[in-house]
Structures are given as structure tokens and as C-alpha cells.
């Protein structure tokens, strides 16, 4: 692996997300807790408007806004869009002091735990992962396969991943995610420290990941509006096998809607408060083992 | 007590409060649930601009805008002044068809489980309370002493109360919380129309009202900024004793801050997302014992 010199910790990407935001505001007060011998150490409190409003965002999602077309469209001025612009100049990724790393902090109203969310399968990415889940089998990993250009902030760099935490609601801290969180945080930045070093962590030589494979909406009328609630036998199951034939969904009036998919799946967001306006219900993922190089 | 003829059942007072704005929904669907033979039943979402945005309000907390003075103020022209003044019109509160008894749904982030909250000690508020809480000991009933004109909704009738029910993140529908309150609607109808007929259903001679004492604010830098969070082991405990030197807050750098006041209280909305902005990290009640007439 290649010398890592800048190493960006981002949060409040939402701005009602206040684990990734406060941990920002703490970084920054006692910024020796994340300063490494051989690397810079950059935070970042992504979107400050949303977060002293307390919204996830204030004209549009900011973690949609970083695909490098709309990063070069100067037609582009919505809050956000703009905000995206001054975080790709932030971060150093037209210049020389080009960030290395990029560990952007969120949360969820599911069940997610420790979630690491990784857009690419790039080595560097893959141990990291593989370390984590070795010294913490809490710790998932979910995996995205890119079949068009990344829209968010992660995707800045090629080692670059979205750590997720839940449940949490929206904007609320919670004492015990929030140290999770941090401890984390502090376990990355030494495992990139002792890269450096050229001490290699040992890990497994497997990793589980769960490969999304689509996401499934409410139940909806014609005029869009939700007709169903996820069901409450799967409610905070992020993880676990979901099976043909198992409830789904509760219709208002207590009808329950089976999945009908063809094999198990592992759903995760569920009930995610931040994706009712996008349409996902859950998203599903799949099994897979990957062989860590 | 007068006869009941008319009573409103009113949801998404706060637009991120799901579950009473999708009971309105359903209830507007199926209207026979909530009919009763002696009284008219009517439903009302409360803020439908705020519930469309998923958000708790639009420019103010419309559950803040119910002073009498306020609502014969013709200046006051914000989005929730002037839905307030509307309500009050809608529930015919200036006119011969009066509503009896108003019913207003709330969720919270807090475990407050399901909650009635009283602004008043009138006997037909004490009696259902006493009711709903013999038929169902994990019903909890609080009572606010009016020290000023109350601004809330419920207010508007003087046989008139919230039902608080969580945990539940803002934007979520929790399907379980949702048939819980749906259940508790029905009891309520139930109950009421029993009284027309003059079936005064058995109930305890005691009831056990957690009175408001008080609110803790979060500690606070100098910038208003919070510098601590509810401390993991008073998360979730709503109800329960808060006794002298307990642990109430967490810093950011982990330092336990204990309770310093004189006596036991039992807090109750403890890390509520809305309140934060309010300044209100959680409310202390005492418990007394009241005799139900």
C-alpha cells in the first residue's frame, strides 16, 4: 500500500445525523485524540447549515451531490451542490495535498450497528474491512457494485467508506453508538498508522460481505402515498436471512404482505427514516465471501 | 358528566410524527373504526404542509400556537398561526357545535411507552386516565399544573389530552407502537360511548399522576452549543427513580455528570429529538397519588 499522508474524518454529510457531527465538534476541540504520527488527520463537518437546523439537508441530499459532472457545472447552486463543490476544493482533489483516505460518518434509523459501506472492492478498502471485522465480528461490511458513477461524498477517494450506526433516530445522540463510533474511528486511524509503519494487521483470510442486489418500496397508492408499515417480525432485523414467504409489511389495517422473492436475502436499512421520501422500504443484500489479498 | 356528542381525533399536530398521522389516514379510509352510536367521531391532521415535508413544522411549533390571544390575533400570518386560527375554527370552537373531547397523538424518541398527558386535574380527564391505566398498568398518565394560558392544541377543550407513545424516531412508523395506539383510540371510543349510555365502567380509586416539576436543560458552552449527551445508563429509563448523585449526562470526553438535585423524580422524555432545540434534555416529575371521584 501506497504512504498515506492525508486521512479526511467527515460527519454531518446529513446535517440530523449527530453521532458523525458531534464527534466532528469533539475532534476538533481535543484534536490529539485523532493525530498520528506519520499522517494528517483532516475533519470535516460536511453540511454545518443543515446540521444547526437540525434537517438532513437543506435543498437536496448532499451525499447525491458529488458525481464529478454536477462537481464541474457552474450552473449548479443550490445549497448543497455548492457546498459539494467547496468540499471537493476542501479536501485537496484538484491540487497536490490530495487526500488519501475519506471515513464519512452517518447514521441510521435501523439496526445496523457497526456498518462499514464500501462503494469499490479496491484492496486497500478490503483489509481495512477485513481488520475491522476480525477484531470486532459486530462490525459488517456491505458492498455496492457500481453500475454508474457514485454520486456521494465517499467516492472522492478510491479508500474511502461510510461507516453507518443505528438505530439512532434522527437528530438525537446516543451515549453508547456514539462511543462505538469513536473507539472505531480511533481503531482505523491506527490500523492506517501501522500501514504506514509497514506493519501489516493480521486478519482473516475471508470477509462476509452483503452485496446489494435492489431495494424494495412501500406499499403505495396511486397517489404514492405509504399503504403498509414494515412488519414487526422484521423490524430491527438488519442482517438476518429473509426468506421467501416471510411478513414484510403490515397493511393499516393489519394485513401482513409476505417477501416474495426467489431466495434468501439479507435486508438492511429497514425502516430508515431518511429513505420514505426516496422510496426504499429496505434495501437487499446477499452473502458473499471475498478472499482478502 | 354532559353528554358527549362530538369528539375529534386529531394526528400530525408535529409532521414527523407518524404513527398519529397515519392513524388519521386509516381512520379517514375506514371510517367505521372510529364511529360510535351516541357521538360523532371527527379526525383532523393537524399540520398536513409539515406531515407532506416530513418535517415537525414549517416556520413554528404548531402545538405552541393555541393561546387564545394568539388565535384572535389577525398579525400573526406564519404557516402554523394561521393553521391554529383554522383549527380552531374547524373544530368549531366559536360556534354551536362544539367538540367534547380532543384526542391528540403524539410519538417521542423517548420510552415513555404509551402516555397520557394531562393540562388539567378535571374530573372527566382523571377518570378516563384512571380508566386506561386499570385496564392497562403500562399506561402512564403526567400532569402539567397550569402556571400560564396553555398554547397546546389539546387545550382547546377542556375534557382534552395528548397520547405520547415511543420510542419512535421522527419520519418512522413503528408498527407495533402504531396497533398499540390504535388499540388505546378504540378503548377511548369505547369508553365514551359507554358514559353516554351511562355505563361508568369500574376503575381504581387512586391514580398514580407523575406531576411536572422541572427540565434539565443539556450543559452548554458559552455558543449554546451542547457539551454533553443523556448518559447510557439513563437512556431509555423514563419512569423510573432518579435519585441525588445518579449519572444523567456523558461529555464528549467521557465524563460522567451526575444529578445534583435534593430529592428522587422520575424524568420523562429523556433525549426527545424535538426538544434539543428547546432546551430540554429531559422533564423530572414526582409521582403522587390522586383519588379519582
Known sequence: MNQINRVAIVGGTHGNEFIGAYLIKKFDQFPHVI????????????N????????????????RCFKSQNLQDPMLSSYEETRAKAIYQLLGLQGKSQIDVIVDL????ANMGLSIMLGNQCPSNLRLAAYLNSINPLVKVCWTEPHQESTLLRSLCEFGFVIEVGPVPQGVLNAELFQKTEELVYTILDYLEG??????????????????VGVIDYPRNEHGEIQAMIHQDLQYRDYEP?????????????????????????????NEAAYYEKGIAMCLTEKQQVAIS
Open 35 to 46: 493525530q498520528r504520527p506519520s499522517f494528517e488527520t483532516l475533519t470535516l463537518l460536511a
Open 48 to 63: 454545518p447549515k443543515a446540521f444547526k437546523e437540525g434537517r438532513r439537508y437543506i435543498d437536496k441530499d448532499l451525499n
Open 106 to 109: 452517518h447514521t441510521t434509523t
Open 195 to 212: 500501514c504506514n509503519q509497514g506493519i501489516i494487521p493480521q486478519t482473516h483470510d475471508t470477509l462476509t460481505l452483503y452485496q446489494y
Open 242 to 270: 429473509l426468506n421467501p414467504g416471510d411478513p414484510i409489511f403490515l397493511t393499516f389495517d393489519g394485513k401482513a404482505i409476505a417477501y416474495e422473492g426467489k431466495s434468501t436475502v439479507y435486508p438492511v436499512f429497514i
